[in-house]
């Protein structure tokens, strides 16, 4: 069966003929009518929708942490060694399968054979779990936004009582704490107690899937135009604050304690896997949405090239991000230091009171002094604060939220931030529901005829499934969900995934493939990046999240509204069930597709069809063939008896020719 033209591919009436004829010579089947499928306007909008997608929240809000945690600009060494050699090499991959093949996640590895679809149902199903949570953080960023017009903001001061004393939790702990656990969230003292709806916090995620359900209506065609601002607009915000940054004082000393190497820290292996990981999901492997999006794009588009810059883009933003963040952490640390010296010297007789004002000159003060005094003074040392790690929402909502209190201006610099937040996880909110939605469509026709009403029921499905994360043990939930729901399930896709390009398929051949596709041949060495090192990269990170598991029991941070601070609880045993059926759920497309189509094999059943681009013979897919103009150059094409070109299937069907041969060569 003949694949539908991109749009703006040409190709005059006589070569679509004769390719037809050669088809129906074949015995291809052929439609009455082929609807095109959907492509990007532009390179620039595929190359926004790429970035908008790898750049998320995690680059502003884990990253920095990681690096500070982690050894500094010793860990920037070895997150760039590891984007290098296993980041780069995977994600190359997945662009050119996409590409080449045209199809989602699931089409992909059923064109290699039909015991490997079940790959691309488990990124299907990571995808949801992912979009589930990830929204309700976009509602959370919504609600911060709405309460960052008016001034004072609402966390800057502590509520006060009836009789003008402040609320005691609100004292004991900070204001930004206190409106983020008890105003924003109202959340329980653990995951055990459900409590009711946040009808708020409700509210914020019906717009927040509202604003995803009219973004992607029409696919790439709605989502592709909104990227022109989602996923530039946060670049404008963090250069504004990374100048606005750089200004304050003790933006320096912050990036000192963000960039001061310790190399030492190689030795520890937790730092490998911190860094795989973070790699990983930065460039967001094995979603499915990677390939989906590269689906769209012209069969000669220089996918090398976009790995490259994608990548680096990914990096520079989030080193961009580290920047801001210490900047700005490193003014709140400076500002709370010098509180500390002053209400410890305010404790002293005037008399006897110095005249400091320098953190490092009072504590020399306090060394030389504070044996002979009757008070306790403490000393106060940025590095104390500094090392007091935040990420994730502590950093994004208590944290990053406490020091723009402290800026002239603090309600416009919040609705920057804010704003800012929001198109992050909107770009990957979109290229989540591509990586859900592009699979489905190209694999059940009647799926890809109801787009518009499929894409508003899955918008339905995840609000009404989401009301889970806005009780008011929700919070307990997304961490749930973000720490076991996609990081195991994602390792094991992506592990089939290069088993099945290197190994099942073949190296050299998918290589092959590219040089068609590209006119010119990848380097040599990606074979053995894809065949050695990232696989047992894959294997290795694996392996040491599952000791990991095992080894340590599962733990959350749960919020003591009596202590007005966070303490580490171990999950109970029914969350422990919930976290290993979804860790399960998601991976067992992978063995059950497998043993499904061993089973029909063994029983001589033909295998399952793909999609409508498909058709089956012997239990394998036919290659599908391609109307692109630049499907193979017009010269290159061999001429039949009668001086026409042959069926593009014959020269140029890339992954999907060799497929047959491979699966049964391999038993697959």
């Known amino acids: 069966m003949e694949k539908a033209p991109l749009p703006g591919d040409e190709r005059d009436t006589g070569e679509a003929q004769q390719a037809a004829v050669v088809d129906v010579v074949a015995g291809a089947d052929v439609p009455e009518a082929v609807t095109a499928r959907d492509g990007w306007d532009s390179k620039l909008e595929y190359v926004l929708a790429q970035v908008g997608f790898s750049v998320g929240l995690g680059n502003v809000w884990r990253f920095p942490y990681l690096c500070h945690q982690n050894g500094g600009g010793a860990f920037l060494l070895l997150y760039i060694l590891l984007m290098v050699v296993v980041g780069v090499p995977l994600f190359f991959l997945e662009l050119a399968a996409g590409q080449s093949i045209r199809q989602g996640s699931i089409g992909v590895w059923k064109c290699i054979s039909p015991k490997l679809a079940g790959i691309g149902y488990s990124s299907c199903l990571v995808c949801f779990f992912v979009a589930l949570y990830y929204n309700v953080i976009i509602g959370w960023s919504l609600f911060y936004l709405g309460n960052s017009f008016q001034s004072p903001l609402p966390w800057e001061n502590c ?34 107690e459900t409590g009711q709806f946040n009808p708020i916090m409700t509210g914020c995620l019906l717009a ?109 933003t989030s080193v961009l991000a580290s920047l801001v963040v210490f900047s700005v952490l490193g003014f709140r640390a400076k500002r709370i230091t010098l509180s500390c010296v ?55 909502f208590i944290a990053f939220t406490e020091a723009m209190t402290l800026f002239p201006g603090s309600p416009f610099w919040s609705a920057l931030f804010f704003l800012m937040l929001l198109n992050l996880g909107l770009s990957t909110m ?29 918008c339905t499905l995840g609000f009404l499934i989401g009301l889970l994360f806005t009780q008011r043990c929700g919070n307990y939930f997304v961490a749930m969900f973000d720490d076991y729901s996609a990081t195991l399930p994602l390792i094991i896709v992506v592990v089939f995934e290069t088993i099945s390009v290197a190994w099942v398929y073949g190296a050299d051949r998918f290589l092959d493939d590219i040089e068609k596709m590209l006119h010119w041949r990848p380097p040599k060495i990606y074979k053995y990046l894809w065949k050695y090192v990232c696989l047992f990269a894959m294997v290795g990170l694996l392996s040491a999240s599952l000791v990991r598991m095992v080894l340590k029991r599962p733990t959350y941070k ?91 299937a014959e020269d140029n069907q890339g992954l999907l020719l060799e497929s047959e041969g491979v699966a049964e060569s391999t038993g697959l």
């Open 159 to 192: 509520p006060v009582n009836a009789n003008g004393t402040e609320v005691k939790e609100c004292a004991a702990g900070s204001p930004t704490s206190y409106f983020w656990f008890r105003k924003a969230l109202d959340i329980t003292d653990s995951i055990n």
């Open 208 to 316: 927040a899937w509202a604003i995803v359900c009219l973004g992607m209506f029409k696919g790439i065609k709605s989502s592709g135009k909104v990227m022109y601002f989602s996923s530039v607009f946060p670049y404008v915000v963090l250069l504004c604050f990374l100048i606005r940054g750089l200004l304050l004082d003790g933006a320096v000393d912050g990036l000192k304690y963000l960039l001061y190497p310790k190399l030492s820290i190689w030795q520890d292996v937790q730092v490998w896997r911190q860094a795989a990981t973070q790699v990983f999901f930065a460039l967001g492997l094995g979603f499915g949405s990677v390939i989906a999006y590269s689906s769209y794009n012209p069969r000669h588009n220089n996918c090398h090239r976009d790995a490259m810059m994608v990548a680096s883009v990914n990096f520079m």
């Open 342 to 396: 002053t209400q410890n010297l305010e404790l002293l007789q005037e008399t006897d009171r110095p005249n400091i004002t320098e953190p490092d000159v009072y504590n020399e003060w306090l060394r030389v002094n504070g044996p002979g005094l009757s008070l306790n003074l403490t000393n106060c040392t940025m590095e104390q604060e500094m090392s007091k790690g935040v990420e994730g929402t502590g950093l994004a």
């Open 430 to 458: 979109f290229g989540t529901m591509e990586g859900i939605l592009t699979p489905l469509y190209d694999n059940f026709a009647s799926l890809a005829k109801r787009k518009t009403a499929f894409t508003v029921f899955s």
């Open 558 to 648: 749960a919020y003591n509204h009596e202590l007005a601070s966070e303490e580490t609880l171990e999950y109970p045993d029914w969350a422990l069930a919930v976290l290993s059926i979804l860790i399960v759920c998601a991976t067992l497309p992978v063995p059950v597709c497998f043993l499904y189509h061993t089973l029909r094999e063994h029983l001589g059943q033909p295998a399952g069809g793909g999609g409508p681009s498909h058709s089956v013979v012997n239990g394998h897919y036919r290659p599908c063939s391609t109307s692109d103009p630049d499907a193979a150059p017009a010269d290159a094409r061999p001429m039949t008896r009668a001086g026409s070109p042959l069926a593009l």
